[in-house]
């Protein structure tokens, strides 16, 4: 049976069955865990999650989905914990090292951030999510062009990645292109992103002429 192939439900009642004849196997545990997910079940997805790693303490993938889970809660130290982890499972694995760099980034770390999001990139350097928070950091830091350059990376790789081109318009706003700064947001929104509100006033003061926060 190919619970992939199935329906939600489907999938869930195939990984109980599985783990009906093999309840040790970690695994399948964690399977169980993302079809909850795809369900929007985060408690039972969570404890699935927690069983997989008493099973397997070496299953990286799921502590990346606790940390996941954690940064929808707004915890930032359980999601930072969690990738820390997942790091230490398996060192090789990128996608921790992209999340940490998001979590340290959100703290208003950029060092650390650029750190993380770097050896993200050194392991898997088409990282489309790395490479945006990437362009996000060097942005903060104030190397705009280094942030136009992953934030353009980003985008050869996924041109739907809405906070690439959110990037692009902070660029160009800073570069006082404040038409091609709309631009940008266009299609950053085009793709579901939702910028920044004070983002989206300082480009159409710009536009029409006058000072951010003006009349």
Known sequence: MDPTAK????????????????????????????AYLAQGRFTEAEAAFRQAL????????AYVQLGGLAMRQ?????????????RQARPRFAIPYGNIGFVHLQRGDIAAAETAL????????????????????????GDIDGAET???????????????????????LERRDYRGARDFLDKAEATGYEPHPDLVREIAAGLAGTPTGGA
């Open 150 to 172: 992953q934030s353009r990376r980003a985008l050869d790789l996924e041109p739907s990645f809405g906070p690439a081109w959110n990037n692009l318009a902070l660029v160009a």
């Open 74 to 86: 707004g915890d930032l130290d359980a999601c930072l914990d969690c990738n820390e982890k997942a």
């Open 54 to 61: 008493a099973l397997s303490p070496s299953l990286a993938e």
């Open 7 to 34: 329906t939600p439900e489907d999938a869930i009642a195939a990984w109980r069955d599985a783990l009906a004849a093999n309840p040790d196997c970690g695994v399948t545990h964690y399977n169980l865990g993302t």
């Open 118 to 141: 770097r050896r993200a990139l050194e392991l898997e350097p088409k990282f489309v999510q790395a490479l945006a928070t990437l362009g996000s950091a060097l942005f903060m830091k």
